[in-house]
């Protein structure tokens, strides 16, 4: 923040993985922060400095900030937001039964904010809405706040990295003027301010995360034809995302992609869609692609076994949606263990970050990857760095059919190979043939 500026006095209502990144980004701009959750033991667990889940970045710092007396939380929104310059609504989304998404919670906060005092406070709305949502949030507060919808780009993992480090800030607003006030928050970062309608903002959110997830499924579709035309599809998507057109991220395949945001969004898009009798051809596609990408990696499994993993002992390394994270909300890790016990196959899972006595799955929970590898074969479903390390010999020694089927591409391939196990990755099915060949030069 420049010295001039005078520090803001931020309120942020939730504390999930985006209220917090916001809570933590701009305390570190010298903001004035005090969070706000409807659950009064989050509340308590904050102010002690203990977050809800494993998020970088976030546990340190916010020790840092209780003790400077930058950050603060209270379990009463009046007192929250009653001095605030900017009210940032970071509540939950959820999907209906119908994929339209479920903003109740914004609601919820909105009609509560109607009841108070906001003395022209910039409410920023930073939960994902459909288009129209933020519009009519700006006439229920009209005249006791200004209203702007700033979408949040942020992974988790690394959301308080991608909070300090946007490529664009996006603003909604009224006015020029007005989201203007949001967007003076991130002058010092010197990155594009795009300034557009509530309602523009609203669809750049979802269209963003629509490309990057259509990007995955592509990626996928790419790995599916390799596999069945005997090609490598590392090398194919390497040399189609070097054009810088194209780019690079987001091209892995894998087992589909997981989380609560991509999914989510694709459903409410393709409602918003249908209720404006429009096609959403490439969206279905998206989601379509992914619903059969854990089936395809159990099919592969169950390929290299003969035909069948019933009464197979299967070991599954990896549950969480993505590593550096504990979260397994639309895990297809998850999906993919319900359909390994459905067929019959015993499953015994290892993730570093989930304690199994949390979740509910038909399966056990091994202490070690090695120890869950005490099996027949080996699914690896999430990309957590150790499992890269883990010996192949050591493996090797463990599997009883010599089988690991890598839904994240991870392991090395020669060295799968040179320890005797048979190895299929995700579009990887490279022959010994191709090996040798890679090695004539
Ligand atoms: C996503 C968006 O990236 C972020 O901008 C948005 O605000 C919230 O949703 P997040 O869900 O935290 O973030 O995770 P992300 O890193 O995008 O990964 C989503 C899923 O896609 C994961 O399951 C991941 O493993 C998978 N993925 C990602 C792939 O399968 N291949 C890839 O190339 C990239």
Known sequence: MSATKKPKRVAIIGTGYVGMACCIGFAEFGHQIVG???LPERVRALQAG????RE?????????HLLNGRVSFVDDLPSAVSAADFIIVAVGTPSHADGSADITAVENVVTALTQMELHGATVVIRSTVPPGTSEWIADALRGN???VFAPEFLREGSAVHDFL???RVVVGAESRAIGMRYGDLFEHLSKPVLVMSL???ELAKGMSNAFLAMKISFANEVANLCDDLDADALDVLEAVGYDKRIGRMFLQPGIGF??????KD????ISVSKSANADSHMLSATLHVNDRQPLRIVRTLIEEMGGSIDGARIGVWGLAFKAGTDDVRDSLALRIVEELASQGAEVVAYDPAIDGSAINLPCTFAGSALEAAEADALLVLTEWPQFRAVDAWALARRLRQKVVVDGRNILDIDAMSAAGIRYRGVGRRRTAESVEFAEAG
């Open 36 to 38: 706000y959750d409807i």
């Open 145 to 147: 706040a200004h209203v």
């Open 258 to 263: 997981g989380g609560p945001c991509f999914e």
């Open 165 to 167: 480090n946007p490529d």
């Open 50 to 53: 203990i977050t809800p889940y």
């Open 56 to 64: 970088a970045g976030i546990g340190e710092s916010l020790l840092t």
């Open 266 to 269: 694709l459903k409410s898009l």
């Open 199 to 201: 309602r523009n903002a």
